[in-house]
């Protein structure tokens, strides 16, 4: 730690450091008790912090001088003084009535200020309000200097921001912009800077005529202020009005003075991302074109030497061809062609620029295309591989641009091996770079020779750890690569080897509407098979799908179809929850009747197997479709291939149901050869009715003892889940069931419509035999009759077909 130096005290002439002339001591009011003068010499800095709570103006005076002079010589002595408990003394004397007392304090004050641990601690002080109150132009430019140092020093925090902000801080400091004195115009520079980086105190700088000293320091004598000005230029310009004021106030004028004198060359590139900023507005863009600042601007991009100013000017054609007057001027230039040389420069960062620049520059098909026959698809691939990610990053982005809607391009990334490369950049830590390469692969996986090999490089795989990212971005591009992906079954079949399809399924809870939409999309492909449409159901996906279909703000087409395309492939909980199969839904083996469900929010239905563990209870049964033929096989390839089983624990297996395969032996040999549909429908309807217990009338409905029968069933296979074929007395939901069971065997057609108390029946369309050989007549809708006169037709919504569907 340094010494602090002698503090000598007494009535003796105090140096003014600033104005470089001795100020006489002001004569006190004489106390009535005399008091000879004391001369004190202090060797430690404890001393000067003790003497800075003295009621004497010149020792506080040369207390704070030594304070500041002490705390000069290096961060130890700061922390020193620190300790010493200097700083709330100092704080206070910035606010006393003597001139000489406030100066001094400001200048240990702002030299202290400098320090981590003071600047911590000033933040705990209520001083910043104190401290702008001395800003006034009247005060001493000493005081000028160490005050705004200070509050340098503090604006780059936060909460100092906001409190210089609500103190009304900003207005002096525009005020000590146009100061003479160097230090203070660059220190009131300095937290402006700072504070605009909010956007609430960008609008108040342009309000309070903030933009034309800025404007003025761009000829400063000082390089250090005119970086700092360009810098703030540069993040006050992004508002449209003060953009406006700028113009207005000649700042384009200013700039291209600066960029068309090459003594300012260490200026240019601040001053090219200023003009960055105004570049979007076509106006602008055109008076410089017409001044000729195109032809620098193009000087600039063509500078080999110099990469920060070539990517600045790069930035600044990107920013103009966001308006599409800018980019037909730009195109007249050749950008394009430039571009593409820019693309295999050694500066990392101007390859960065450039690729940012590509989106911008081809935003037509025709300038895509342009830019692929130029060779710059093969350049921009070849960037994939760079270990700069910003520069991975950019070229992602160019890529899924340039492919979006654009087949040939996508054919070129192909061709470059470029899909390669974007299947492992999807395991990458960047979530832009994630996000962009999903949505490349997405664009090119549309082509179905650059989808399969785009799958065999492991795009599936590398899918799955996006699917549970946290970016929307990333979820955005990687579902709907997905649902791209796998429209191929060998693509279904590994996301679902790969755990991809809980995470799919998760995104059903999300509340954006994008993600939501992409995710429904994607599990509408995925319930392409019945593997994956039962591993989605397991996770829950139905229960979801059907509170998103309730919901007002949530639902949508995509949900509706995803909703859809998982129930055709389920049709045993498509029956469960809407209680009809279409004659489309063909009921095949492990098809089961749990009863009419309803799909409560967090509520999930069951599979067979989990209802077949479930101990026998009082409720309905379950009603299965399980022939002997798919029986013996599963026996046969559990013989073959498994292991002896665990004498503790089972696997579960599907029950025998040799009775109903007799029972769909007998429809092909009996029902087939019959050449009437109509009484194909009626010999199978009297089938099934001698299946389940013959004819029963009407009246006599209730001495039909169904429910003991279906009872004693459980018992005997002590299970909740009975075989349809072993059912001997059934009613109208078991004749329906195995009707439409023996009906889709053997190829006819009809549906399966659930009614109220256990009622159910079967819709079958002919043609009347009085016109089913003219063209033009349309099929009438008939309900098959199982239980009271098997074999009869009822035309659809008569009196008899409507006693028949109801109590």
């Given at each position: 730690?340094?010494?602090?130096?002698?503090?000598?005290?007494?009535?003796?002439?105090?140096?003014?450091?600033?104005m470089?002339?001795k100020?006489?001591?002001?004569?006190?009011?004489?106390?009535?008790?005399?008091f000879?003068?004391?001369?004190?010499?202090?060797k430690?800095?404890?001393?000067?912090?003790?003497?800075?709570?003295?009621?004497e103006e010149?020792?506080?005076?040369?207390?704070?001088?030594?304070?500041?002079?002490?705390?000069?010589?290096?961060?130890?002595?700061?922390?020193s003084l620190?300790?010493?408990?200097?700083?709330?003394?100092?704080?206070?004397?910035?606010a006393?009535?003597?001139?000489?007392?406030?100066?001094?304090?400001?200048?240990?004050?702002?030299?202290?200020?400098?320090n981590?641990?003071?600047?911590?601690?000033?933040?705990?002080?209520?001083v910043?309000?104190?401290?702008?109150?001395?800003?006034?132009l009247?005060?001493?430019?000493?005081?000028?200097?160490?005050a705004?140092?200070?509050?340098a020093?503090?604006?780059?925090?936060?909460?100092?921001?906001?409190?210089?902000?609500?103190?009304?801080?900003l207005?002096?400091?525009?005020?000590?912009?146009?100061?003479?004195?160097?230090?203070?115009?660059?220190?009131?520079?300095?937290?402006?800077?700072?504070?605009?980086q909010?956007?609430?105190?960008?609008?108040?700088?342009h309000?309070?005529?903030?933009?034309?000293?800025?404007?003025?320091?761009?000829?400063?004598?000082?390089?250090v202020i005119?970086?700092?000005?360009l810098?703030t230029?540069?993040?006050?310009?992004t508002?449209?009005?003060?953009?406006?004021?700028?113009?207005?106030?000649?700042?384009?004028?200013?700039?291209?003075?600066?960029?068309?004198?090459?003594?300012?060359?260490?200026?240019?590139?601040?001053?090219?991302?200023?003009?960055?900023?105004?570049?979007?507005?076509?106006?602008?863009?055109?008076?410089?074109?017409?001044?000729?600042?195109?032809?620098r601007?193009?000087?600039?991009?063509?500078t080999p030497?110099v990469?920060?100013?070539?990517?600045?000017a790069?930035?600044?054609?990107?920013?103009?061809?966001?308006?599409?007057?800018?980019?037909?001027?730009?195109?007249?230039?050749n950008?394009?062609?430039?571009?593409?040389?820019?693309?295999?420069?050694?500066?990392i960062?101007?390859?960065?620029a450039?690729?940012?620049?590509?989106?911008?520059?081809?935003?037509?098909?025709?300038?895509?295309?342009?830019?692929r026959?130029?060779?710059?698809?093969?350049a921009?691939?070849?960037?994939?591989?760079?270990?700069?990610?910003?520069?991975?990053?950019?070229?992602?982005?160019?890529?899924?641009?340039?492919?979006?809607?654009?087949?040939?391009?996508?054919?070129?990334?192909?061709?470059a091996?470029?899909?390669?490369?974007?299947?492992?950049?999807?395991y990458?830590s960047?979530p832009?770079?994630?996000?962009?390469s999903?949505?490349?692969?997405?664009?090119?996986?549309?082509?179905?020779?650059?989808r399969?090999?785009?799958?065999?490089?492991?795009?599936i795989?590398?899918l799955v750890?996006?699917?549970?990212?946290?970016?929307?971005?990333?979820?955005?591009n990687?579902?709907?690569?997905?649902?791209?992906?796998t429209?191929?079954?060998?693509?279904?079949?590994?996301?679902?080897?790969?755990?991809?399809?809980?995470?799919?399924?998760?995104?059903?809870?999300s509340?954006n509407?994008?993600?939501l939409?992409?995710?429904?999309?994607?599990l509408?492909?995925?319930?392409?098979?019945?593997?994956?449409?039962?591993?989605?159901?397991?996770?829950?996906?139905?229960?979801?799908l059907?509170?998103?279909?309730e919901?007002?703000?949530?639902k949508?087409?995509?949900?509706?179809?995803?909703?859809?395309?998982?129930?055709?492939?389920?049709?045993?909980?498509?029956?469960?929850l809407?209680?009809?199969?279409?004659?489309?839904?063909?009921?095949?083996?492990?098809f089961?009747?749990?009863g009419?469900?309803?799909?409560?929010?967090?509520?999930?239905?069951?599979?067979?197997?989990e209802?077949?563990?479930?101990p026998?209870?009082?409720?309905?049964?379950?009603?299965?479709?399980?022939?002997?033929?798919?029986?013996?096989?599963?026996?046969?390839?559990?013989?073959?291939?498994?292991?002896p089983?665990s004498?503790?624990?089972?696997p579960w297996?599907?029950?025998?149901?040799?009775?109903?395969?007799?029972?769909?032996?007998?429809a092909?040999?009996?029902i087939?050869?019959?050449?009437?549909?109509?009484?194909q429908?009626?010999?199978?309807?009297?089938?099934v009715?001698?299946?389940?217990?013959?004819?029963v009338?009407m009246?006599?409905?209730?001495?039909?003892?169904?429910?003991?029968?279906?009872?004693?069933?459980k018992?005997?296979?002590?299970?909740n889940v009975v075989?349809?074929?072993?059912?001997?007395?059934?009613?109208?939901?078991?004749?329906?069931?195995?009707?439409?069971?023996?009906?889709?065997?053997?190829?006819?057609?009809?549906t399966?419509?659930?009614g109220?108390?256990?009622?159910?029946?079967?819709?079958?369309?002919?043609?009347?035999?009085?016109?089913?050989?003219r063209h033009s007549?349309?099929?009438c809708c008939?309900?098959?009759?199982?239980m009271?006169?098997?074999?009869?037709?009822?035309?659809?919504?008569?009196?008899a077909?409507?006693?028949?569907q109801?109590?």
């Open positions: 730690m340094e010494a602090a130096p002698q503090i000598k005290v007494g009535t003796v002439d105090i140096d003014d450091r600033r470089g002339k100020v006489k001591k002001e004569s006190e009011t004489p106390c009535k008790e005399t000879e003068p004391l001369t004190v010499e202090g430690t800095p404890a001393t000067a912090v003790l003497l800075l709570t003295s009621p010149d020792i506080l005076i040369k207390a704070c001088e030594a304070i500041h002079a002490f705390a000069e010589k290096g961060e130890e002595n700061k922390v620190l300790g010493l408990g200097a700083l709330e003394p100092v704080c206070q004397l910035i006393h009535n003597n001139k000489l007392v406030r100066r001094n304090a400001f200048m240990a004050l702002g030299i202290m200020a400098n981590s641990d003071v600047k911590n601690a000033l933040k705990k002080i209520d910043i309000p104190s401290i702008i109150d001395k800003l006034s009247e005060e001493d430019v000493v005081v000028h200097e160490f705004t140092l200070c509050l020093s503090l604006s780059a925090d936060f909460v100092c921001k906001v409190q210089i902000f609500d103190s009304k801080g207005p002096p400091l525009i005020q000590l912009l146009s100061s003479p004195d160097p230090d203070v115009a660059k220190n009131s520079l300095e937290i402006i800077f700072n504070l605009v909010d956007y609430k105190s960008r609008q108040a700088l309000k309070l005529g903030g933009i034309p000293p800025l404007l003025e320091l761009l000829t400063s004598d000082y390089p005119q970086h700092l000005a810098k230029l540069q993040n006050v310009t508002d449209k009005d003060t953009f406006n004021t700028f113009r207005k106030q000649q700042g384009f004028e200013k700039l291209m003075d600066i960029l068309s004198n090459k003594d300012f060359s260490d200026l240019h590139a601040e001053a090219l991302q200023v003009v960055a900023n105004c570049l979007r507005d076509s106006e602008t863009f055109q008076l410089i074109h017409e001044g000729g600042g195109m032809t601007l193009m000087e600039f991009v063509l030497n990469p920060e100013i070539q990517s600045s790069v930035k600044c054609i990107a920013r103009a061809a966001q308006s599409p007057e800018n980019r037909k001027l730009l195109l007249e230039q950008v394009e062609k430039i571009l593409v040389e820019l693309l295999s420069v050694e500066d960062s101007v390859k960065t450039t690729c940012h620049a590509v989106p911008a520059m081809c935003f037509q098909r025709a300038n895509k295309d342009s830019f026959d130029l060779g710059g698809i093969l921009v691939v070849q960037l994939l591989n760079n270990e700069s990610l910003e520069l991975r990053e950019a070229a992602t982005w160019a890529l899924s641009d340039l492919t979006h809607s654009n087949q040939l391009n996508a054919l070129a990334v192909y061709e091996g470029g899909h390669e490369i974007l299947v492992q950049q999807l990458g960047c832009r770079t994630v996000a962009n999903a949505a490349t692969l997405g664009n090119m996986a549309e082509q179905e020779v650059i399969c090999s785009i799958l065999s490089h492991g795009a795989q590398a750890e996006p699917l549970k990212s946290t970016n929307l971005q990333v979820l955005v990687s579902t709907r690569c997905l649902a791209v992906l429209c191929d079954t060998k693509a279904r079949t590994e996301l679902q080897s790969a755990g991809g399809l809980q995470p799919l399924v998760n995104l059903l809870r509340y509407k994008e993600v939409n992409n995710a429904c999309l994607a509408s492909v995925c319930a392409s098979d019945e593997a994956t449409t039962a591993e989605m159901c397991k996770y829950g996906a139905l229960e979801m059907q509170e998103i279909n919901s007002v703000n949530r949508s087409s995509f949900s509706g179809l995803a909703m859809i395309n998982l129930l055709n492939y389920n049709v045993s909980i498509k029956y469960s809407t209680g009809h199969l279409a004659s489309t839904d063909i009921i095949r083996d492990g089961y009747d749990a009419k469900v309803c799909a409560c929010a967090g509520q999930r239905i069951l599979t067979l197997e209802l077949s563990n479930q026998v209870n009082q409720h309905r049964p379950i009603i299965v479709i399980s022939t002997a033929a798919e029986k013996m096989k599963e026996d046969d390839k559990h013989k073959d291939e498994t292991p089983e004498p503790t624990k089972k297996k599907m029950m025998n149901d040799v009775s109903l395969q007799l029972l769909i032996n007998k092909k040999e009996s087939l050869p019959l050449s009437d549909e109509r009484e429908y009626a010999a199978l309807a009297r089938l009715s001698e299946a389940m217990g013959g004819a009338e009246e006599k409905l209730h001495e039909f003892s169904w429910v003991l029968h279906l009872s004693e069933l018992f005997q296979l002590q299970s075989p349809i074929g072993l059912i001997k007395r059934g009613i109208y939901c078991h004749r329906a069931l195995l009707f439409k069971c023996l009906v889709d065997s053997i190829g006819l057609s009809c399966l419509i659930r109220e108390y256990n009622r159910a029946w079967n819709e079958v369309l002919l043609f009347s035999r009085k016109s089913r050989n007549s349309q099929p008939y309900i098959v009759d199982l009271h006169q098997p074999g009869r037709l009822l035309t659809s919504n008569t009196p077909a409507v006693q028949y109801t109590i």
